[in-house]
């Protein structure tokens, strides 16, 4: 048996390598041999620091008699949901026409034409509780392919048909929005609070970090969400040694997390607890946020200046292969020990979340934060230089000095452009920001219009593709008729669609192209409906939301130095803590070097002699510049 996954980019599959399962990865190639042999095809999705998917391959895809089973009757695949988003996206929405409470490892059971009929998550080996055993299963569906399969295929064509009506609903144009809504928003979101142990909902309990960006925007929200930060922050969800956040609790108050640790969670929340200490001046919000940028350099950081995109649950204690053994050791005896994995995969987007949030918290703590600062320019460096090809397309995916044939999705455009931006920012490099620009001019997708108060028709046109990755959606879901459109709904970390967005008006704010603006409302007018009504599920839409809602405030500081970075000035040390939606402290030069590059906020910005000069606006409407902080207002009194 060949084989076939060893010299796979995925950690993940290269796992799965020794199994005795005739793995095969994503491709063409696996639905044309289960046409040839006329067997149904089994998707086994998965990643790499899943607690779960490390059970299911001990228990049953190393079990010689289990796989023999699955090589005679099926085709198998295995995919990393993190390498190929939009086929996870693709399959999760199949299988939820079969089960409750998904999640990974995902197992859907397909035609070879690729339509799912059959799905499930974990499976166990043996019979428990009323669940059937995995080879119950692959029993179950080898006889239902056989003797029903009329009946099979007619299934599997009514949920195919029902995932493209669902992709056509996104055709509906609504209203974005207004301060009225967004206020019942975070009114029913205070109603979801778990007052006893802080956070939303019961057990199992997530970070929901785009949740906590959009209650964090807002003076309505901000209490609930500092209330949550400082919670989960005292919680056994955080590593009080090494700093980071584990992925989940299993238990409402926080407890018995699951490990793994993720580069977007992080990343995210390094961000909400710089926004924190901004708002606050609180010393534990700057404590975790502390502990949060130093995993993510420390532990995170590889050496070639990009991001691993998971630590692994799982480590070898004592000579024992354990869950979270390795966190429950004090600083000294994890010396002794190899700590956890790291999937040291480079994800485009999750990369441009953490440089994004490095590139925040570096600025904020100003001459501190000078090693953020550095680790999230090794990473936009790294990434310009080994994930943008020579046309201007991204990879989605590298590992050391290989990479992925997995193409990059709206989301690696989104967030890396988001990461950009911050970057050019907190530098005062223009040279970010224009591949910023140019990575978003490639989502474009030609004129765009804004919706109309109250519109609902869309004419047809499908306003969530005004920005549209430009290699396309994967190949191979796309010659079944199986890609979806595109996917609106967050979880753990911004859509695609989101982040693009709002790396769109963030771009409007610098250069003033009304077409950026239009574009980002354009585009999430047809999830102004879903995020009203599911708002747990579209955190950082409703952040853009608020932000599109309201006049954006606009802060540009120019200094006559070359060492505004470190400069003790005190305006430029407010102004690094003001709430500003944009907030830039640039030298003379760098200003007239944006300026010269199409970015208008920063034309005829100049200092006062010596003294840097503050420029506050609103939408490009500006008061006298300022010299002195306290003509500036707004940050808080540290």
Not at 266 to 283: F, R
Not at 431 to 448: E, F, N
Not at 474 to 500: H, K, M, R
Not at 574 to 602: I, K, S, Y
């Amino acid at each position: 048996m060949p084989n076939r996954l060893v010299d796979a980019i995925s950690p993940y599959l290269r796992s799965h390598a020794d199994n005795p399962v005739d793995w095969q990865g994503w491709g063409a190639q696996a639905f044309e041999e289960a046409r040839a042999r006329d067997v149904p095809v089994l998707v086994s999705i998965g990643y790499s620091t899943c607690h779960w998917c490390h059970v299911m391959a001990r228990e049953s895809f190393s079990d010689p008699r289990l796989a023999a089973y699955l090589n005679d009757n099926f085709v198998s695949i295995k995919v990393d949901r993190e390498e190929h988003p939009d086929v996870d996206a693709s399959y999760l929405a199949a299988a939820s026409a079969f089960v409750q409470g998904l999640g990974w490892p995902l197992n859907v059971f397909v035609t070879p034409d690729g339509r799912a009929f059959h799905a499930g998550t974990y499976f166990p080996p043996r019979p428990t509780q009323g669940a059937p055993s995995f080879r119950q299963v692959l029993e179950a569906v080898t006889d239902a392919w056989t003797t029903r399969r009329p009946e099979v295929e007619a299934g599997a064509a009514r949920v195919a048909d029902a995932l493209a009506e669902s992709s056509l609903q996104l055709r509906t144009q609504d209203a974005l929005p207004d301060t009225d809504t967004l206020e019942l928003t975070v009114a029913e979101l205070v109603a979801q609070e778990d007052t006893l142990f802080g956070g939303f909902g019961g057990a199992p309990k997530f970070p929901v970090a785009p949740v906590l960006g959009f209650l964090l925007g807002r003076t309505d929200g901000q209490q609930l969400a500092l209330r949550t930060l400082k919670r989960m922050g005292a919680s056994p969800l955080r590593d009080p040694i090494e700093g980071g956040f584990f992925r989940y609790a299993v238990n409402r108050d926080w407890s018995e997390p699951h490990y793994e640790r993720m580069l977007y969670d992080n990343a995210q929340l390094l961000e909400h607890y710089t926004q924190a200490w901004k708002l606050t001046g609180e010393s534990w919000t700057r404590v975790v946020a502390e502990g949060i940028g130093n995993f993510l350099v420390e532990v995170m950081q590889l050496p070639g200046g990009g991001f691993a995109s998971a630590q692994d649950s799982e480590s070898t204690v004592g000579g024992e292969r354990v869950e979270g053994g390795y966190y429950a050791l004090d600083d000294q005896a994890r010396r002794s020990e190899t700590p956890p994995a790291l999937d040291e995969k480079v994800l485009t987007g999750w990369n441009g979340l953490a440089i994004g949030a490095l590139a925040r918290a570096g600025f904020a703590w100003g001459h501190s934060g000078r090693p953020l600062l550095e680790a999230a320019r090794r990473g936009a460096d790294y990434l310009l230089r080994r994930h943008v090809r020579e046309d201007g397309t991204l990879l989605r995916a590298s590992i050391g000095e290989r990479t992925s044939s997995a193409e990059a999705t709206l989301e690696d455009y989104g967030m890396f452009a988001l990461g950009l931006l911050e970057l050019a920012l907190a530098t005062g490099e223009v040279t970010y920001a224009v591949a910023a620009r140019a990575l978003i001019d490639g989502t474009l997708q030609g004129p765009v219009d804004a919706p109309v108060d109250g519109a609902s028709d869309s004419g047809g046109r499908l306003h969530t593709e005004v920005f549209r990755a430009p290699n396309g959606a994967d190949p191979v879901l796309t010659a079944q008729g199986l890609a979806i459109a595109l996917d609106p709904a967050e979880g753990a970390y911004p859509s695609g669609l989101t982040a693009t967005a709002t790396a769109a008006n963030m771009l409007y704010l610098l250069t003033g192209d009304s077409v950026y603006r239009a574009g980002a409302e354009a585009a999430l007018s047809p999830v102004a409906a879903p995020a009203r009504d599911r708002p747990l599920a579209f955190g950082a839409t409703l952040r853009l939301f608020t932000a599109l809602s309201e006049a954006a405030e606009q802060l540009v500081v120019v200094s006559p130095t070359e060492t505004t970075a470190t400069t003790p000035a005190e305006l430029v040390e407010v102004a690094r803590r003001h709430p500003a939606a944009l907030v830039a402290c640039v030298t003379e030069q760098q200003a007239a070097a944006f300026a010269a590059a199409g970015f208008e906020l920063f034309a005829g910005r100049s200092a006062l002699g010596p003294l840097p000069r503050a420029y506050l606006c609103l939408d490009f409407v500006c008061l006298l510049p300022v010299t002195a902080a306290a003509d500036l207002g707004g940050a808080v009194a540290l």
